[in-house]
């Protein structure tokens, strides 16, 4: 469905470098936000999905990204000062920051469960609460927490204290409890709400408390919660955060039908929706009785100034979900999705701008044969070009109704569409006539790739096969890849004999003999593969479902993860060369990395010991040097393009280790070191 190309040029590797994928749409990054909590009118951090947070310290104007080291998903923060702030999420993650943000570090929670919220009634004592009825304490700096018994296996999805002894959880099927005695134990309260799940609480006082949850629901107590009572607000919309100013004004977020904030300033019996938006709202928090923040889908950031009567978001740029990205020299690049969007850059991605082009048709693919000269496919029979960069766009097939997925350019001249059901169609012309071509087969075309005006390949669904090769320039066509239950979505040839494949669930494929055999190689994932890209035979880029991206520098035979910020649903990749990358997908997701190039270690951390090799290319001597000499025995081997080890050392405490390759065939080979600290590879070129 998505599709991959790359940028030609001559490539050599001298170093591994960490990769950082940055946002560049929308901005300031477009993960979903779940928390948002403020130590003082001026410094705040809001947390979400994929390991995201965000911090601000003036007060809310500018939102930075803080790596924090990990990629699950974060469900609640709370900052305890400015510099101090804890957030819990996925897998019973828990991480606490003392720098402002700079460095964050784990807590050991002894859990596995998710943690679903966090409050420090104390600097030094912190509750959490999550799945499976989990109740978790910390009473001194940077130790362990104590699981505390709180009798139900209910979900728990909040937690607020009024001071550090007296506190409310609530959660699943109506459960709310209640301790006094710093969790020691705990007391279930208000019975009437056991269809009910409750997903925020703020306590306000020893006696004032209110919770909210679904259908609209929002409870209250004025005598420590001996009593409650319902105050329905915003109909059935599922209310996913409360906050109160003082006992009588206070906010509600709701999430279903886009995103309404209601406030109140009778304690909570009538209520106004101050504000309905796009984007669902997760979570709200208020630094004084004017100064409010809340935040939510795709990264969304609202603030108020005025008591909520006006809401301002700070989240920018396109948020339709992008489909492909192409870019025809390092600096301009193309991006066209859903709703007939297309962007464009000139500056590398530092700055996008949205194109005009009449049309609201979903946009699948693009492709450029120069700066200037480009075309976009998509629904109902869509095919536009361009010829001034996309200043203008012109039909150039019309009247049809087919759903075109993939376009692919050879030359100036020569293109090929594809789409649903066996739809393709050729020009020779630059799209001045296109001309339908007999697929014979009825499977959607969701990539399409030629080597050459007669060799091509397309790749689709599992109606007919999977793969499917012309060698006459697509009169005919023969299935290569014959699956009953694979859906192969993207497909890529580096070179007229290597070619590679990704679609569903992880599936991934490659040939070796022009794309007529093609054997199952390992991605490591079962997530969804939309896009493959590959500078060479044996250095490739793949992404996907969830943020999925991953590299291999071996042909595939190993992938490793990209390092990057976004949980999006990225359906295409594309780099100008081994270091510069582009990935786009929902959301508006649009990121880039400067440090493509990455391979982590087996143990899952990031190498620390760089070696270079030299001279690179080489004719005969070969001298591989270290920065510092490694832990204990150190593995060093040689091996084409093809996987075969051609040469094998073993040595210990040397920075230096000389050999002769001059006998070796001119060609591409890698560099692998294997060490207690992990494993590296590099590329090298014989000559």
């Not at 002894?110 to 009825?133: F, H, I, Q």
């Not at 020299?329 to 005009?356: M, R």
Request: some cysteine; glycine content about 14%; proline content about 2%.
């Amino acid at each position: 469905m998505k599709k991959a190309f790359f940028f030609i040029g001559l490539f050599i590797i001298s170093h591994l470098v960490h990769s950082q994928w940055t946002w560049q749409n929308p901005l300031p990054q477009g993960n979903w936000l779940e928390s948002v909590s403020f130590a003082d009118a001026s410094t705040g951090y809001a947390a979400g999905s994929h390991g995201t947070i965000l911090k601000t310290s003036d007060g809310g104007s500018i939102w930075s990204i803080l790596p924090c080291g990990s990629n699950k998903n974060l469900y609640s923060v709370f900052a305890i000062d400015a510099n101090t702030c804890v957030a819990v999420g996925d897998g019973g993650i828990a991480i606490k920051t003392t720098d402002g943000g700079a460095n964050w570090f784990t807590l050991n929670t002894g859990t596995t469960k998710k943690l679903n919220s966090v409050c420090y009634p104390e600097p030094n004592t912190g509750y959490a609460v999550g799945d499976s009825g989990t109740i978790l304490k910390i009473t001194t700096n940077d130790s362990s927490w104590v699981q505390l018994s709180g009798g139900t296996y209910h979900n728990l999805n909040a937690v607020s204290f009024v001071n550090d002894t007296t506190g409310y959880t609530a959660g699943y099927m109506g459960t709310i409890l209640k301790t006094v005695n710093g969790g020691d134990s705990w007391i279930p309260m208000f019975e009437g709400g056991y269809y009910f799940e409750y997903h925020s609480i703020c306590a306000l006082n020893e006696n004032t408390c209110y919770i909210v949850g679904d259908q609209g629901i929002v409870l209250k107590t004025v005598n420590k919660g001996l009593n409650w009572t319902a105050l329905p607000c915003g109909g059935n919309s599922e209310l996913t955060s409360v906050f109160f100013t003082d006992v009588n004004t206070g906010y509600v977020a709701g999430s279903e039908f886009g995103g309404y904030l209601f406030k109140t300033l009778n304690g909570g019996t009538t209520w106004t929706c101050m504000h309905s938006g796009t984007n669902s709202m997760a979570s709200l928090c208020f630094t004084d009785a004017n100064t409010g923040f809340a935040v939510g889908a795709n990264g969304s950031i609202l603030q108020s100034g005025d008591a909520g009567i006006t809401w301002n978001e700070h989240l920018s740029g396109n948020t339709d979900e992008l489909t492909s990205v192409f870019f025809p020299d390092q600096n301009t690049g193309y991006a066209v999705g859903f709703y007939g969007s297309i962007l464009k850059t000139t500056s590398g991605g530092s700055e996008w701008n949205v194109l005009s082009e009449g049309t609201y048709n979903r946009l699948e693919s693009v492709f450029f044969t120069d700066v200037n000269t480009g075309y976009v496919a998509g629904g109902y029979g869509t095919i536009l070009k361009t010829i001034d960069g996309g200043q203008n766009w012109t039909p150039v097939l019309s009247g049809g109704q087919e759903y075109f997925e993939s376009i692919f350019f050879l030359d100036d001249n020569n293109g090929f569409v594809g789409g649903h059901e066996g739809a393709l169609f050729k020009t020779t012309n630059a799209g001045a006539n296109w001309t339908p071509l007999p697929f014979g087969f009825t499977a959607n075309i969701y990539s399409l790739y030629f080597i050459d005006t007669r060799v091509g390949f397309a790749a689709g669904s599992a109606v007919d096969g999977t793969l499917y090769k012309t060698i006459d320039g697509g009169i005919n066509w023969t299935r290569v890849v014959d699956g009953t239950a694979i859906w192969l979505l993207s497909v890529c040839f580096p070179d007229a004999s290597t070619g590679y494949a990704v679609g569903w669930k992880g599936n991934m494929l490659k040939s070796t003999d022009g794309g007529d055999y093609w054997s199952v190689i390992e991605s490591g994932t079962t997530a969804d593969l939309m896009s493959v890209t590959f500078l060479d035979a044996i250095t490739g880029y793949v992404a996907g479902a969830m943020g999925t991206s991953m590299l291999t520098v071996d042909g595939g035979q190993t992938w490793n993860a990209l390092t990057g910020g976004s949980g999006s649903w990225l359906n295409s990749v594309f780099f100008t060369d081994e270091n510069t990358g582009y990935a786009v997908g929902s959301n508006g997701t649009i990121q880039k990395t400067t440090n493509g190039l990455f391979v982590s270690n087996q143990d899952g951390r990031i190498p620390v010991s760089s070696f270079c090799i030299y001279p690179n290319p080489t004719a005969s001597k070969l001298t591989v040097a270290f920065n510092r000499i490694l832990t204990g025995d150190v593995e060093f081997s040689l091996s084409d393009i093809r996987g075969k080890q051609v040469l094998a050392r073993n040595f210990k405490q040397k920075d230096k280790v000389e050999m002769d390759v001059s006998k070796l065939p001119v060609g591409v080979y890698l560099v692998k070191i294997l060490s207690m600290e992990g494993v590296e590879t590099l590329k090298l070129v014989k000559q």
